[in-house]
């Protein structure tokens, strides 16, 4: 029971471009929605996330868009730059104490 | 920054032993949790904890784990027998307030790879 889906195992972008991960829920309960980072052998590094109540939060070069009707999510890099190789999840909660449900992952492979 | 550490780095164990993983959360969080991947696979919430008493727990959390507070800074995740099956990366993360300002955002560790043989 995939309640959180990342369909898209992987992306290449080139340097400068947009980037663009997707991110599907089924949860109707989940009222925060955070994007992580993660290298290899590493933690998952906060990115940007966004509350239920709105449909855009903006941080630099990220962005978090929030589709509630369609229950879906996306992230945009832009510009898109080399250390921005990483795998991306997409997590949700419905917040307080309840842990977070990842999706399985997205491989953005920036390329020169 | 203040971070979330965990120790060890890696931990390898005969099957059927106890391994006790320790995390010490960000120093005013007050919500922690345990969460594992399998290698290959997605991040898995394990456990959530606060006020001194776990608040939520998922299936795979069975008998074999619990989770302590043993002071005010350390937070530990022990397996009581492991199985090979168990073998993992397990991360511990913790957050502020409930849902903290308008992101309710938890902070990850660098994990502890669990090798069970």
């Known amino acids: 029971d995939q309640q959180v889906k990342q369909n898209s195992p992987s992306l290449s972008v080139q340097e400068g471009r947009i980037s663009i991960l997707n991110c599907d829920y089924t949860?109707?309960?989940?009222?925060?929605f955070l994007w992580y980072k993660k290298y290899p052998a590493e933690g998952p590094t906060f990115l940007i996330s966004i509350s239920s109540i709105k449909d855009k939060n903006e941080d630099g070069r990220f962005t978090v868009f929030l589709n509630k009707s369609a229950k879906h999510l996306s992230l945009h890099i832009v510009p898109s730059q080399p250390g921005d190789s990483a795998v991306y999840f997409c997590?949700?909660?419905?917040?307080?104490?309840?842990?977070?449900?990842f999706g399985k992952g997205t491989h953005l492979i920036i390329q020169p | 920054e203040p971070e979330v550490t965990q120790t060890p780095s890696h931990q390898v164990t005969q099957m059927g032993q106890e391994v006790i993983l320790r995390c010490v959360p960000i120093?005013?969080?007050?919500?922690f949790y345990w969460y594992r991947q399998i290698l290959g696979q997605k991040v898995e919430f394990l456990v959530s904890f606060y006020n001194n008493e776990i608040s939520e727990k998922s299936e795979i959390f069975d008998d074999q784990f619990s989770v302590e507070r043993p002071d005010g800074s350390n937070f530990t995740l022990k397996i009581r027998s492991t199985k090979l099956e168990d073998s993992a990366m397990y991360f511990c993360?913790?957050?502020?307030?409930?849902?903290?300002?308008?992101?309710?955002?938890?902070?990850f560790g660098p994990g502890t790879r669990l090798t069970v043989l």
């Open positions: 997590a949700a909660t419905p917040g307080g104490a309840d842990g977070l449900t």
């Open positions: 993360a913790s957050k502020g307030e409930a849902h903290s300002g308008p992101t309710d955002t938890q902070y």
């Open positions: 949860n109707s309960m989940f009222d925060y």
């Open positions: 120093s005013n969080h007050l919500y």
